[in-house]
């Protein structure tokens, strides 16, 4: 865009446009989050009974998401580049998809284990085996949820004929901040009881 | 094999950046965890509900700041330094407008929620104030932090498109969880 008019290029940057263009974006989401602060909420006793299972809000929170950005900015680059079919036989996604499950074990792993140390200084200790189970186990159905995520959303995007740079990541890392908590909870009771 | 190779390729390159982010939000989670902070939630019942949503909208609001100044950067409308440039100005600006905004919004949709559902919550006047005080120091460091850290890797080279999302989750994560813990132990002091 060749923004020659001074007055029209500081529209777009004007502070009124910026508000009116995100405030209702955020109103939308912070709706939505309440869904994930609802089964917060309803579990308060099974969070504060085992702090240690509030060190893995953050990281399920927003990993998800993370693992969900990087394959979906990768899958729309290869797209653009006529690398990638939407095949299930396709070598290229395949790649992909075994490297994001690779760092989710790595990172759900680790996780488990810090939160197991820190528990033990910080909040009521939980058993490490618990604690494992846990995280990995929420952690690989993130990682999954997320995959199927960015696929489809690049897919679809794709299909739409939109540029899947603006709109997967934005959706695919919403959508999965707001699963992380419900997943770790649902984990969480199961393996609890 | 060939592929396994570049699946290997992808998993180094992604993560030492993934590493920084889980290592920001143990320590997020660890002051979550705290005793301090789980006093908190059993003394302002709601805090709970709304954790998610102040977590997850600093994301949104500082991460669409942070694409919009290297955008700006990239296309030579701003210069790379912090001064009283118009289109600076409103972006930091209009971010302290959506970062406060949303925050009192988030208090204000918890405590409905609550009281609509017929449940024990704080007082209106305990969640805007926990809320009005962290958001007003979340926006603060992370709006200026986010601001010295995108000047300081243009200047070196460095596109700031590829920074600034693991940047702003960790920022985001790391000073909204501190600032949630400073703003109930004021509030917490005063009523």
């Known amino acids: 865009m060749a923004a020659t008019d001074p007055e029209d290029s500081l529209d777009s940057w004007s502070i009124r446009t910026i508000v009116a263009t995100m405030f209702p974006i955020l109103i939308a989401l912070s709706i939505l989050e309440m869904g994930s602060g609802y089964v917060l909420e309803e579990l308060e006793e099974t969070y504060l009974a085992n702090p240690t299972l509030l060190v893995l809000v953050p990281v399920m929170i927003g990993m998800g998401g993370n693992l969900g950005a990087i394959l979906s900015s990768r899958l729309s680059t290869r797209l653009h580049l006529g690398l990638l079919e939407f095949d299930p036989r396709d070598e290229v996604l395949w790649t992909n998809v075994i490297a994001i499950m690779g760092l989710a074990i790595t990172i759900f792993s680790a996780l488990g284990l810090i939160a197991w140390v820190v528990g033990q200084t910080i909040a009521a200790p939980m058993a490490l085996a618990d604690l494992m189970l846990i995280s990995v186990v929420s952690g690989m159905l993130l990682a999954a949820i997320a995959t199927v995520l960015s696929i489809a959303a690049t897919y679809i995007s794709y299909t739409q004929g939109l540029d899947p740079d603006d709109t997967t990541i934005p959706v695919v890392t919403n959508v999965c901040d707001i699963l992380g908590v419900v997943v770790l909870s649902v984990v969480a009771i199961v393996v609890l009881n | ?191």
């Open chain 2, 1 to 191: 094999m060939e592929a396994r190779q570049e699946a290997w390729r992808i998993y180094r390159e992604s993560l030492p950046i993934l590493a920084v982010s889980l290592a920001g939000g143990i320590f997020a989670g660890s002051v979550l965890g705290s005793e301090g902070m789980t006093d908190g939630f059993e003394r302002f019942p709601g805090l709970l509900l709304l954790l998610p949503a102040f977590l997850a909208t600093r994301g949104n609001v500082y991460g669409a700041m942070g694409a919009r100044i290297s955008s700006g950067l990239h296309q030579g409308m701003i210069d790379p330094s912090f001064s009283w440039d118009r289109r600076l100005v409103n972006a930091v600006v209009a971010s302290f407008i959506n970062g406060i905004g949303i925050s009192v919004f988030i208090a204000v949709l918890s405590w409905g929620i609550l009281h609509l559902l017929g449940r024990e919550s704080a007082r209106l006047v305990e969640l805007v104030g926990i809320m009005l005080v962290s958001g007003v120091l979340t926006s603060v460091t992370l709006i200026f932090g986010l601001l010295a850290l995108v000047f300081a890797s243009y200047e070196y080279g460095l596109d700031p498109d590829n920074l600034i999302g693991p940047i702003v989750t960790t920022l985001g994560d790391i000073f909204g969880v501190v600032f949630l813990f400073v703003a109930i132990t004021v509030v917490g002091g005063i009523f």
